[in-house]
Each structure stands twice: as C-alpha cells, then as structure tokens.
C-alpha cells in the first residue's frame, strides 16, 4: 500500500484519508484540510501526489465509507474518502451468464 502526507497547516483543520484501489495496488492519501473543504478541494489537493492525478482522473465516482457523494460534499474530521473504478461486468449480465452455464 502506498501512502503520502500531503501537510496543510490550519487551527480548524480536519484529516480525510483518501484511498484509491486499483487493480494491483491500493493507495492511500492522509491530508489535512481547513474545516469546511469539499471532496473536489480534497481531489485537487491529492492530485499533486505522484501518481494521484491519474487515480483521479480515471475515477468513476467518490463515495465516503462506500457511500457514494457529489463533489460539492462537505467532509469532516476522519471521513475515508474513496476513489471508485468503473465496474468491469455489469453485474446483471454476470449473473445472466452465471445462469446460464448452469443450465
């Protein structure tokens, strides 16, 4: 697992921990961020890590705690900010093939 401290200095600062899970590595991002930051100043923040610019870019979605939310959320102190990847199979068409061998 990978893991970078990106510092950020504020008396009303919160840490989100940024997670990226790709198909071979995870990587994870502590950050420090003023009170009051959205997930889009969190991604724009990360992004300057190496090799965060392009987990970001590819990113499907951003969920907290494995709820999805819109760039304009809110965070708070300790929230797991998650990056997710697009699904590979649709899983209605998995479980159709499934089915299928089964027969």
Do not use: N, Y
């Not at 950020?8 to 997670?19: G, H």
């Not at 991604?43 to 965060?52: D, R, S, T, V």
């Not at 990113?59 to 900010?81: E, N, S, Y």
């Amino acid at each position: 697992m990978d893991e970078a401290r990106c510092p950020q200095t504020s008396l009303d600062a919160i840490t989100v921990e940024v997670v990226a899970a790709g198909e071979s590595r995870t990587s994870r991002c502590l950050l420090s961020l003023p009170a009051g930051s959205t997930v889009a100043a969190a991604l724009e923040i990360a992004a300057f890590q190496p090799g965060w610019g392009e987990a970001i870019e590819a990113a499907a979605g951003t969920g907290i705690f494995g709820r999805a939310v819109k760039m304009q959320h809110v965070l708070h102190h300790g929230d797991r900010l998650e990056l997710c990847r697009a699904l590979r199979l649709d899983p209605k068409d998995a479980r159709r093939r499934r089915a299928q061998l089964r027969d």
